[in-house]
């Protein structure tokens, strides 16, 4: 009788938690490259990260933007916000606790994973 109490909250804790929360991070890594190849730098939530490479941008239910201060190269890149595929796995087998959580800790969307800013 114990063990069947025991084995049944195990299972609830698992199914009550987020899916994407337990296995994303708090930011997605994108490689971020440049038309022409050339080294420029961009900001994104207040940080400044040199491109071409890999960017870290924090997981948030927004759209984002890459700014860049180049002359040469478009200021603004849209960075637009994407479900992640642990997201449904956990609507589907975690229900409406797992899918809240991963709502409410914003580790259920990510962004492109390549961006190209356009320059000269």
């Known amino acids: 009788m114990k063990l069947k109490v025991i084995l049944t909250l195990a299972i609830a804790t698992i199914f009550a938690s987020g899916c994407s929360t337990i296995l994303t991070d708090d930011t997605h890594k994108m490689n971020v490259s440049t038309s022409n ?5 961009v900001e994104v939530d207040g940080n400044i990260q040199t491109v071409p490479g ?7 239910n927004k759209d984002k933007i890459l700014i860049t201060k180049d002359a040469a190269c478009t200021s603004n890149t849209a960075l637009n916000k994407e479900v992640e595929t642990t997201f449904f796995v956990n609507l589907l087998s975690g229900g409406v606790f797992g899918s809240s959580t991963d709502y409410g800790t914003d580790k259920m969307w990510k962004y492109q994973d390549s961006v190209t800013i356009s320059c000269n």
């Open 37 to 41: 190849g050339k080294k420029i730098d």
């Open 54 to 60: 890999i960017v870290s941008v924090k997981k948030e």
